[in-house]
């Protein structure tokens, strides 16, 4: 959409001969942007041989340049096209543009200056390469000028072109071109967070392409905030080399989604600190690098993403390690570690064993683990066995604060595979 001022009479003549300058159908005036062509599609059009054309069909298309030789049929094409409108600008990319300023008149115009800004809803930049006016133009003569801007912003944008000078009579002109676009959504995205016993988080990015032609997935990282490290969960390794999971071409089709997994862990120094940990609601932010058409780059960055903190309460109890499968009726050990989340309070914890249908602790029950100091822990390996096979539910472990008189409950703090003695000997 073009808005102009009232006509007035000028020696000078805003236009753009778009992407090419051999292509001259284009309007005078027009702003153009500059993009890539697109291949051809070629729209088949075929019959069988006993209907009436008989083969003419086919031999037109064997014939027609467009088309692949061998895949005559089929919507490919080898030839590339230039674009004939505007197309759709998507958040991310670079905007670019080709202004030419010509000289349609029979005298020599001075002082003439391009400045090109682009209006968005939150703030006015200057595109311009130079802020130096030409001394002059000599009569069909031009200033070309390509502009290049990162779309970092949703919404009506507005490039303002303004073309200023003087004529050989000392008259000084001016004159101004505006060419609004909206700028899209490319992506959408969506995340899911879980948070582990042992203080690491896991999240799960949902992608979407909500764009009309598909994507090459060039980078899709976590930036961790300065309290983790993270690890991305998207490959597998082979023959050591890491392979990704969606395979070599990495293409994201139209409205397809594809999830991406990270871990993150606390870093060493912080990992200690318990009370901190708990209360760190940024993660980090997400990195996303795709091209388009023929190559085309587009970058987004989102923002600090943010989890709830886990309410651990006052004592937190998570395992440090247990076994996957152990025999029925068969003693085994696990580690827990026990966590004074107060920033402020000691604690004088009692330790009690409560035995389950199917779990049994081995140990005495009601035993003073000590004083634990705000934001310390310790660690407790507890031995137990089961009466039941299967899948089994590590429950019934209870600690209780001596200076509050408060009872902290832990069920389900893990599960275990119980299997009979005879089945693991003959595995």
């Known amino acids: 959409m073009d808005v102009n001022q009232p006509k007035q009479e000028h020696l000078l003549a805003l236009k753009g001969p778009v992407f090419f300058r051999s292509v001259q159908h284009m309007a005078r005036k027009d702003l153009m942007r500059l993009t890539k ?40 094409g080898e030839m590339l096209t230039l674009p004939q409108n505007f197309g759709n600008i998507f958040l991310g990319e670079t905007f670019s543009s080709y202004i030419s300023v010509h000289n ?6 001075k002082d003439i200056l391009v400045k090109a800004d682009l209006q968005t809803s939150s703030q006015r930049l200057n595109l311009s390469a130079s802020s130096a006016a030409v ?5 069909d003569c031009c200033i070309d000028d390509v502009i290049h801007h990162e779309v970092k912003e949703i919404g009506t944008h507005i490039l303002v072109c303004a073309v ?41 990015a949902q992608i979407q392409n909500i764009t009309t032609s598909p994507m090459f997935m060039e980078k899709v990282s976590l930036e961790p905030s300065i309290m983790y ?45 318990a009370g901190v940990i708990k209360g760190v609601t940024v993660i980090g932010k997400l990195d996303i690098v795709w091209k388009t058409n023929l190559g085309e780059r587009g970058r987004l960055q989102t923002s600090q993403l943010q989890r709830m903190a886990p309410g651990y309460g006052d004592v937190r109890l998570s395992l ?5 499968t152990v025999n029925l009726e068969e003693p085994f050990d696990i580690t ?32 003073q683990l000590g ?19 299967g899948l089994q539910s590590v429950s019934g472990l209870r600690l209780t604060d001596t200076f509050l008189k408060r009872t902290y409950e832990y069920d389900d703090i893990a599960q275990v595979c119980v299997v009979s003695s005879e089945v693991k000997e003959e595995s």
């Open 320 to 324: 440090e390690t247990i076994p996957d």
């Open 164 to 204: 200023s000078y003087t004529t050989q009579a000392g008259e000084k002109m001016y004159f101004r071109k505006f060419f609004k676009f909206q700028v899209l959504k490319p992506l959408d995205v969506k995340t899911k967070f879980y948070n582990a016993e042992t203080d690491e988080v896991f999240l799960e």
């Open 104 to 109: 349609d008149s029979n005298q020599v115009v």
């Open 135 to 139: 001394a002059e133009l000599k009569p």
């Open 371 to 389: 004083k634990l100091h705000p934001s310390s822990s310790l660690h407790l390996a507890l031995t137990l066995l089961s009466s039941v096979q």
């Open 229 to 273: 490290n993270v690890a991305e969960l998207n490959t597998v390794n082979k023959a050591g080399e890491s392979i990704s999971t969606f395979g070599s071409r990495t293409y994201l089709q139209p409205m397809d989604t594809r999830q991406y997994l990270y871990c993150l862990k606390p870093k060493q120094e912080f990992a200690e600190k």
């Open 336 to 367: 827990c570690k026990i966590t004074n989340c107060s920033s402020e309070r000691t604690m004088d914890l009692i330790l009690e064993m409560c035995n389950t249908n199917s779990i049994h602790w081995c140990g005495v029950s009601g035993r």
């Open 37 to 76: 062509p697109t291949l051809f599609t070629n729209v088949p059009v075929t019959c069988e041989e006993r209907d009436l054309p008989g083969d003419l069909f086919n031999q037109l298309m064997k014939e027609d340049p467009s088309t692949v030789k061998g895949a005559e049929t089929l919507m490919l």
